[in-house]
């Protein structure tokens, strides 16, 4: 037995609580008096402890949920599992136990996302569609620029046998208003490769006035025209345009948008991912797997802060100019670009307590639907 | 014969990128003698370390998917001894540990060791805060003495560092099922000291003694002086939200911070500030307490963990020698414009290659012939009866290619 191990009345506590959180209870650590028996070789974190707490309080987890939030280890960087205050000695050495109703969301929110993680690994992808026949005499395009048009519409087109590239493609670089588009591309992010926190990867562009290249449609156009010719670079700023521009008569399908904390637990998931499955794969699971699910869930959507505004506003003329100065085909009012003030239903940052409520749910199933 | 398992747990800058690149390079010679150290590359067990703690690592975390669970395959799948080593699984939770013994055989008939290497804490104060300078890290010298000093302990700094640090915590996690006897510190003698000294404590620790063992190192983790770190953290601080994690390990880290700046060795060394020391030494008196009463294996000496005394004159890293940072800067730049230089030559080698492809390519693109064979293959390809005569064709020709 270790140091922390021994038989007192502060421990007994500690275990008649685990035992009640077994039993499906809810009540908080500072409420909890009766003692209990040790059920393993050591307690579990209080962070593991307080998350099945809240998952109790929340809906009726499944006895191999209970069981593998207790032994869940909280990924990444931070504290590790914590001694409940009040459960051991007061300790020479180590972290300082802690009141579990003192843990901050971000904390539990490090447990939950690793178990949505695994959860999403064992669901898989959704199954594939069959090879479809690629049509020879497609139109050949390329479509760049705001990751939240671009790629979804690309898709669509691949699965309707257009894939994009081939000699001669007519480069469209799609945009929208700029401060949604900064919000796409940090979406998107958050989907792909992780990203920063929201405040943190927006603040630091802030500092910089530097927009991420994908939506800094002037320098796409560029660099485009630098490979292929200026002649073959159109700017798309009304949707609707593209079935014509790329030869298809159907409309496309865009995916809804994913609620601020969706988008927020979906950025903790994909940093788990990355330690279970290989890149792509990560990337497949969060777009085919966790996007549909985390889309489907109420909530405000993400929106750039008024504070941001003068700093975009200023960057859309510039990029107008640009566009316009090089002169390449817009189809769509130039003046869409524009930032605008955010609608009254969304929200200028992402929460862990929401993204924990969401995670909670998702965990207990309790939002009615399944990864697949 | 009884198979064991020496697990070298920590601590980082206690020369452990020394001791797995003798263990890395002598693999053979080691097999030889009924010693197995399983790694394909020369950092596998860091990544399975990332991969036991789930630990994201700039991206690299992306090679340590399945690591831990390959390498603790292989180590059941040996006999004799095995050794696994590294520093950063000093901070593992205790569940983590839990997994990792069962995974290695504990209760399974595997005899498992627990071995740290230890410094003094006057030292390892500085080191650490130049890791993480070398990991991008922007805060400066006194906020980060701050941090480790807040009891609370709460932020990523600490915790981080108390977690890689602490050696009677990192014991208690990672020795609560072993026996003391199973538990081995070796202490890092201090500066001054004959320089193959700590080797010696490496080797008796991991029964190494008597082999005729390469010791040459191609790989050490080497330290900063003072201007050299307060120059990375000012690019750390220019650059970080533009340089992307895998073009700051190659150019920052190895380049301007391992292979240029550590070159540097008259500028003035990192230190402990003089105020923090008795602090430090406190700290480290209560660990030497403590490890006694356990009664650990202690190869080496607990007076190592007192540390060198007060610096006469101390150098602030946060506020440095302008002209030695400008040096220092000189030599960056240097660096940097050599292996731009480099770089130019590849690229316009490269991009020669390039053109020649693309003309040879051309020239067959516009030979009538050729574009008359494509058409007719996209035309075969349409149909079934096209395709029977292509596959004809192509048996015919002897070649199971698809090319026409």
């Keep these: ?372 | 014969m009884t198979k064991r398992v020496l697990l070298h747990v920590g601590t980082p800058k206690t020369g452990t990128s020394y001791l797995q690149d003798v263990l890395f390079r002598n693999q053979r010679m080691l097999a030889g003698h009924g010693i197995h150290y399983p790694a394909d590359r020369f950092d596998a067990h860091f990544l399975a370390a990332l991969d036991l703690m789930r630990l994201p690592w700039g991206g690299l975390e992306a090679e340590a998917v399945g690591a831990w669970d390959r390498l603790a395959a292989s180590v059941r799948r040996s006999r004799g001894t095995s050794i696994i080593s590294h520093e950063i699984l000093a901070t593992a939770s205790r569940s983590q540990v839990g997994r990792a013994l069962e995974s290695l055989g504990h209760g399974d008939g595997a005899e498992i060791h627990v071995v740290l290497s230890v410094r003094d804490l006057v030292r390892q104060i500085p080191a650490e805060w130049q890791e993480n300078v070398k990991h991008r890290a922007v805060l400066s010298y006194a906020r980060f003495l701050e941090l480790i000093q807040d009891p609370a302990r709460d932020s990523r700094i600490a915790s981080w560092f108390w977690g890689v640090q602490e050696v009677p915590d990192i014991l208690n996690r990672w020795g609560v099922d072993l026996p003391p006897e199973r538990i081995h510190l070796v202490t890092v003698p201090p500066p001054g000291g004959p320089p193959q000294l700590l080797w010696e404590r490496f080797s008796h620790a991991f029964g190494l003694d008597g082999l005729e063992l390469d010791l040459e190192a191609e790989r050490v983790n080497p330290s900063l002086g003072v201007p050299e770190t307060a120059l990375i953290r000012r690019i750390n601080l220019a650059a970080n939200t533009e340089l992307d994690p895998p073009s700051y390990r190659p150019l920052v880290r190895e380049l301007l911070a391992h292979q240029t700046l550590s070159r540097r060795t008259r500028s003035p060394r990192l230190a402990l500030p003089p105020d923090v020391h008795p602090w430090a030494q406190d700290v480290a008196a209560s660990w030497r307490t403590e490890i006694e009463k356990r009664g650990y294996d202690v190869i080496g000496d607990l007076d190592d963990l007192t540390g060198p005394p007060p610096l006469e004159k101390w150098s602030d890293p946060d506020q440095p020698s302008e002209r030695q940072v400008a040096g220092a800067a000189v030599d960056a730049i240097k660096a940097l414009l050599l292996e731009t230089a480099r770089l130019r030559q590849t690229e316009e080698r490269l991009a020669g290659e390039l053109r020649e492809t693309q003309i040879a390519l051309e020239r067959s693109y516009l030979r009538p012939t050729y574009r008359m064979r494509e058409k007719l293959v996209r035309r075969l390809q349409d149909g079934r009866t096209g395709q029977r005569l292509l596959r004809a064709y192509r048996r015919l020709r002897g070649r199971s290619s698809r090319s026409a």
């Design chain 1, 1 to 372: 037995m270790g140091p922390r191990d021994q038989d007192t009345p502060g421990h007994r506590r500690a275990w008649g609580w685990v035992a009640h959180l077994h039993e499906g209870g809810a009540t908080p650590w500072r409420d909890w008096t009766s003692e209990g028996e040790a059920r393993g070789r050591m307690l579990p974190g209080a962070q593991q402890l307080e998350l099945l707490r809240r998952l109790n309080s929340a809906g009726s987890p499944t006895p191999e949920l209970i069981e593998r939030t207790l032994t869940a280890s909280a990924p990444g960087r931070g504290r590790s599992d914590l001694e409940l205050l009040g459960a051991v000695e007061p300790l020479a050495f180590g972290p300082p136990p802690v009141d579990p109703g003192d843990l901050r969301d971000d904390e539990l929110l490090r447990v939950a996302a690793g178990l949505l993680a695994e959860d999403v690994v064992a669901a898989g992808l959704p199954p594939a569609h069959p090879p479809t026949f690629v049509r020879p005499w497609r139109t050949r395009y390329r479509l760049q620029g705001d990751p939240e048009l671009a790629d979804p519409i690309r898709e669509q087109l691949v699965a309707r046998g257009r894939p994009p590239g081939g000699r001669g493609s007519t480069v469209l670089v799609l945009g929208d208003r700029l401060d949604r588009m900064v919000v796409d591309a940090w979406t998107a992010s958050c989907f792909d490769e992780g990203a920063a926190a929201w405040g943190t990867w927006l603040g630091s562009r802030a500092r910089r006035r530097a927009l991420p290249h994908r939506i800094d449609l002037a320098h796409v156009a560029r660099t485009w025209a630098g490979r292929v010719g200026h002649d073959r670079v159109r700017i798309v700023l009304d949707p609707a345009a593209v079935p014509r521009l790329v030869g298809v008569r159907r409309p496309f399908t865009l995916p809804g948008d994913v609620p601020a904390d969706g988008v927020e637990l979906a950025r903790r998931i994909a940093a788990m991912l990355g330690l279970l499955v290989p890149r792509d794969l990560r990337r497949a699971l969060l777009r085919h797997t966790v996007r549909p699910r985390l889309a489907a869930q109420p909530g405000p959507r993400l929106a750039v802060s008024p504070e941001h505004t003068e700093w975009l506003q200023r960057r859309a003329v510039r990029m107008g100019e640009g566009i316009r100065r090089a002169g390449y085909p817009v189809l769509g009012d130039p003046d869409r670009l524009l930032p605008a003030p955010a609608d009254h239903d969304r929200v200028v940052e992402p929460s862990d307590a929401g993204a924990l409520a969401l995670a909670v749910r998702l965990l207990l199933g309790d939002d009615g639907k399944e990864w697949l």
